[in-house]
């Protein structure tokens, strides 16, 4: 089945790589999602025939269009712009180069996540075969990439919170920031050793704690990747409280100089890059 290539935040893409810890997927594997999902519904529902020719939005592209971009074509075809190896993932520099983006900073806190595409679709009231020429307009590529994002977040607060009462029923006291810190090794997300990359991807996370209105369900067993202790925690083992920990560290954020209030705004909707691991 023919594959998309959707542009998410890199930490999400990361995650779904890694989902399955048994297999975790290269950049070039398809994450496939299931029939019943909201993901593969919305693909079914809005996939459309996209000729490479218009094929200029940078959200989403069809695999036709992206294999162009691997071989250092232009999406809508045309000449080679740069030569390089199409086995080899591209990078924000060749990328920006290809397809004439001129802000490299802009896409560096992005990734393209490779999903495999529903093998029908539904255009009105017809059943068509997808091929490889099939993408998402701009306004779909958004939706689907805020349900990716979506599923990040609700899973990181699955993992806080099973965190928190395993923390409480052992009587260990484990920090917000080796909770997160945890999380981000899990799933081999990998944060920029730049002091603000990594400071404002503590604070998104700290964000989406104190957001979080109705604590999510258990839905995933983390097993012995959250009842792992070190012997500093069974040493240091104690109850306490958890919302006040939270409240310290949003403080504690908010009287930091880096990153700016200004960043911290804007930090969900302009992600930091992703470069080395915590």
Not at 54 to 70: D, G, H, K, M, V
Not at 163 to 190: A, P, Q, S, V
Not at 268 to 277: A, D, F, L, M, V
Request: charged share 30%; glycine share 4%.
């Amino acid at each position: 089945m023919p594959n998309i290539y959707l542009r998410v935040p890199s930490y999400v893409a990361q995650f779904y790589r890694a989902i399955d810890p048994n297999r975790r997927l290269s950049e070039q594997d398809a994450y496939q999602f299931c029939p019943f999902q909201h993901e593969y519904i919305l693909m079914r529902n809005t996939l459309t025939l996209i000729p490479e020719t218009e094929q200029n939005c940078t959200w989403c592209y069809s695999q036709r269009a992206f294999n162009n971009i691997l071989r250092g074509i232009p999406p809508t075809g045309g000449r080679v712009v740069i030569q390089r190896d199409n086995k080899e993932w591209i990078t924000t520099k060749e990328l920006c180069a290809i397809i004439g983006e001129k802000s490299v900073a802009k896409m560096e806190a992005y990734d393209y996540l490779c999903i495999e595409a529903p093998q029908d679709v539904m255009l009105g009231d017809e059943v068509r075969r997808t091929n490889g020429s099939y993408s998402l307009h701009q306004r779909e590529a958004i939706q689907l990439q805020q349900l990716l994002r979506d599923e990040f977040v609700h899973t990181f607060l699955d993992w806080v919170i099973q965190d928190r009462r395993y923390c409480n029923r052992m009587g260990l006291r484990r920090e917000i920031g080796t909770t997160i810190e945890r999380f981000f090794e899990r799933y081999y997300i990998f944060i920029g050793s730049n002091k603000r990359e990594r400071e404002s991807m503590y604070r998104m996370s700290l964000r989406w704690i104190y957001q979080a209105r109705q604590l999510p369900n258990d839905r995933i067993d983390f097993g012995e990747d959250l009842t792992f202790t070190t012997e500093r925690e069974q040493q240091e083992a104690d109850h306490y409280n958890f919302e006040g920990e939270i409240n310290s560290a949003i403080k504690k954020a908010k009287k930091s100089k880096l990153p700016s209030e200004k960043m911290l705004k804007g930090a969900e909707k302009e992600p930091q890059s992703c470069s080395t691991r915590f």
